[in-house]
């Protein structure tokens, strides 16, 4: 089953627009770990951010904000005022523990591309 | 300082041939990884090391496939022989706990072509 939705396949938006990003994602344990990781067209994984479970708080980093809600076991990213720089696939992983060990489960990834 | 170091960057052999990828953690990092990732199957974790030894490798895909890492400094995996579809972006990983606890940080992958 897959653990790390992101329904989101492509995302095409024009410059100073803004896009968010969905997130959803599957686990039975109340200790977790969500990250997000960017992949821009030169192919390295950049890491972006880094939430616990337990930490419900809204973050915001520039231009990035993340909204983590458990209710909805969603993670969602929104990149404001978009630039061309930001296009890339961007990756949501889960990490939960499996068997007393931790993996990092990654979803399929939102290409988003931004246009001048 | 620097991140993950991963060699080659690129690399293209014919089936059959044995290739050998090449990582080095960040310096203080006690936990590799090493990740395939392709069109079809996304990135997906092979084998993880702690502390030089290995802990899950339920993920390398068959005996072609092995990892080692000698020394903190530098992890190894080699397919041998080759396939076309071991064609992939291998990357490695280093952490400096596991995944849950800490955050895994890339090297640039190496991109495998296998004619």
């Known amino acids: 089953a897959q653990k790390v939705t992101q329904a989101q396949t492509e995302i095409s938006v024009v410059e100073k627009e803004d896009v968010t990003l969905d997130c959803v994602y599957e686990?039975?344990?109340?200790?977790?770990?969500l990250f997000w990781y960017k992949q821009p067209p030169s192919g390295e994984l950049v890491f972006l951010i880094r939430r616990n479970s337990f930490d419900e708080q809204n973050e915001i980093s520039g231009r990035y904000s993340w909204n983590f809600q458990k209710s909805t076991s969603s993670f969602n990213f929104t990149i404001t005022a978009s630039q061309v720089v930001d296009s890339a696939v961007y990756f949501c992983?889960?990490?939960?523990?499996?068997?007393?060990?931790?993996?990092?489960?990654f979803g399929a990834g939102t290409t988003v591309t931004v246009r001048a | 300082d620097a991140g993950v170091i991963q060699s080659p960057r690129h690399e293209v052999t014919e089936m059959g041939q044995e290739v050998t990828l090449r990582c080095k953690p960040i310096s203080g990092h006690d936990y590799l990884f090493w990740y395939r990732q392709t069109m079809m199957r996304g990135l997906e974790l092979l084998i993880y090391f702690n502390n030089n030894v290995p802990i899950d490798d339920s993920g390398m895909p068959e005996d072609r496939f092995s990892a080692k890492m000698p020394n903190a400094s530098f992890s190894t995996l080699k397919i041998q022989p080759s396939e076309p579809r071991d064609s992939a972006v291998y990357f490695c990983?280093?952490?400096?706990?596991?995944?849950?606890?800490?955050?895994?940080?890339f090297g640039p992958g190496t991109r495998l072509t296998v004619l």
């Open positions: 686990t039975r344990d109340t200790t977790y770990y």
């Open positions: 992983a889960l990490s939960e523990a499996v068997l007393n060990d931790y993996k990092l489960s």
């Open positions: 990983a280093s952490s400096l706990k596991l995944a849950g606890t800490d955050t895994q940080y």
